[in-house]
Every structure is written in C-alpha cells, then in structure tokens.
C-alpha cells in the first residue's frame, strides 16, 4: 500500500509544533536531554510565532492523513554582497527539519528541502546555508550544499 503525503505551509497557528520538532531535532541530535528538549521547546514558541508573524520564518510541513510527519523551515533575512554572490538581497538559513521516528529513511525530508531550495530559487534568494548534524550532511551534500567553516552552503546565481 503506497503512503501519501500532502503538503502544506506553516501558519502562525503552527508556532507550538515547530518549536516542539526543533527540541525533539536537539533531542535526537543528543546535544540536550529530555528536560533541557522541554525548556528549549517552550523558549523557542514565542520566537517562532514573531518570526512567523513577521514574514522571517518560511515553513512547510508534510502530512500523513491529517498529521505532520515531517517539517522544515527558513529563516529569511537581507545580506549584502559576499564572495561568490555579489548581488544584495534576501538569505536564508534552514532550520528545524525534522521527521518523526516513524516516517524516517522515505525521502520526506529530501521532498521538503526540495520545496524549501524551490521556494528560494522563485523567489531570488541566492545564499542558502544550514547547519547539518551528521546524519545529515550526506542528504544535504547531495543537494549541492558544500562544507563553509562549520556551516554549509548552497549558493545560487550571482
């Protein structure tokens, strides 16, 4: 039986989910325990909710039969010329990409950047950077993103 998926964008409405896979992306990462994965889930809602409000936060979700499996987001801001992108203008960082245990290892979060780096190519955003845990440097490797320092970065146009 094949599995669908719907997509959809991230609202306002959503702050409480994003912050709850952004503690739970920290959890799994091994970098906070399950108390500290709480403290960092409600400190990051309000924040969301800002930059979700604000137009700075970019976010999409896919869902299985009405419930999110899988999310990711951007983090939009203005940056000026830096070398290999000479023009002003919009960057974004993906942040919170995350999937439920359950869905793993079915490219949902290869779909979801595929969307997100869609998005910033319509819309002229040319720096698009990240920062990848080690799970998943070889997903975003293979997206063209190349090593930047401790960062990566995917750089379109000029």
């Known amino acids: 039986m094949q599995e ?5 964008i991230a609202t306002e409405g959503d ?4 912050a709850e896979h952004r503690g739970l992306m920290f959890l799994d990462m091994g970098l906070v325990s399950v108390e ?9 809602e309000p924040w ?4 979700l ?6 976010g999409w979700f896919l869902e299985e039969q009405g419930v999110v499996v899988t999310g ?3 983090l939009l801001r203005e940056v000026g010329p830096v ?4 023009r002003v203008g919009s960057a974004a960082h993906i942040v919170n990409v995350y999937t439920l245990l359950s869905h793993r290892k ?3 979060a290869r779909r979801i950047l595929g969307e997100m780096l869609q998005w910033c190519a319509e819309n002229r955003i040319d720096q698009v950077t990240l920062t990848s845990s080690e799970a998943g440097r070889g997903l975003y490797a293979s997206l063209g993103f190349e090593p930047q320092m401790d960062s990566m970065r995917l750089v379109r146009g000029q």
Do not use: M, N, P, V
């Open 4 to 8: 669908t998926y719907s997509l959809r």
């Open 15 to 18: 702050a409480a989910l994003i």
């Open 36 to 44: 500290e994965a709480r403290a960092l889930t409600a400190a990051a």
């Open 48 to 51: 969301i909710f800002d930059l």
């Open 53 to 58: 409000k604000s137009g700075e936060y970019k």
């Open 72 to 74: 990711g987001g951007l």
């Open 83 to 86: 070398a290999g992108c000479l």
């Open 106 to 108: 079915r490219g949902l």
